[in-house]
T-cell receptor
Framework: SQQGEEDPQALSIQEGENATMNCSYKTSINNLQWYRQNSGRGLVHLILIRSNEREKHSGRLRVTLDTSKKSSSLLITASRAADTASYFCATDRSSNYKLTFGKGTLLTVNP | KAGVTQTPRYLIKTRGQQVTLSCSPISGHRSVSWYQQTPGQGLQFLFEYFSETQRNKGNFPGRFSGRQFSNSRSEMNVSTLELGDSALYLC?????????????FGDGTRLSIL
């Protein structure tokens, strides 16, 4: 079963705009990660945020985590056409050596 | 450093056959995980291996099996293939396999069942 659910399922914006994707999960977690997947390729790790952290930045990416609401958001600022991809959140629980992925948000950035 | 390598990239099989997929992790990574990705179910965890031991297994039938060798390379096998096994199979490696580390994915094997 899916632990995380991304919202929206699809998002279309213009280059230069910001993109925000949300992830909700059901049970307590140790960490939450965000990944990107270009069509037909494997996933690429973007950022990891621990359960005791509230916000994390990496370049144009900003991730927030609200454990009380069991939700996270990924903000991509000043988007580029190359950011077009699917974005997934993945959660880790209690060192059970697996990540549980949501179904992803398909982001399209129009030039 | 070379990334995660999966072979073959594409595979076409018929129902009832069996298939073996291969994954070579990043050098030094001892944990290898396998995932099945389909449009309907998304990314589903299959199993994880560390130092040749399976530490976790997802909710898949016994037709799905895997193993890991002493050099950390891993294979997964699917027997008696069904149409529903058509999917992208992704392998990921990490140093220790805990959720505190990012996983590094290969580009997958696209399996099509006719």
């Amino acid at each position: 079963s899916q632990q995380g659910e991304e919202d929206p399922q699809a998002l279309s914006i213009q280059e230069g705009e910001n993109a925000t994707m949300n992830c909700s999960y059901k049970t307590s977690i140790n960490n939450l990660q965000w990944y990107r997947q270009n069509s037909g390729r494997g996933l690429v790790h973007l950022i990891l945020i621990r359960s005791n952290e509230r916000e994390k930045h990496s370049g144009r990416l900003r991730v927030t985590l609200d454990t009380s609401k069991k939700s996270s958001s990924l903000l991509i600022t000043a988007s580029r056409a190359a950011d077009t991809a699917s974005y997934f959140c993945a959660t880790d629980r209690s060192s059970n050596y697996k990540l549980t992925f949501g179904k992803g948000t398909l982001l399209t950035v129009n030039p | 450093k070379a990334g995660v390598t999966q072979t073959p990239r594409y595979l076409i099989k018929t129902r009832g056959q069996q298939v073996t997929l291969s994954c070579s992790p990043i050098s030094g990574h001892r944990s290898v995980s396998w995932y099945q990705q389909t449009p309907g179910q998304g990314l589903q965890f299959l199993f994880e291996y560390f130092s040749e031991t399976q530490r976790n297994k997802g909710n898949f039938p016994g037709r799905f099996s895997g193993r890991q060798f002493s050099n950390s390379r891993s294979e997964m096998n699917v027997s008696t293939l069904e149409l529903g096994d058509s999917a992208l199979y992704l392998c990921a490696s990490s140093l220790a396999g805990t959720g505190e580390q990012p996983q590094h994915f290969g580009d997958g094997t696209r399996l099509s069942i006719l």
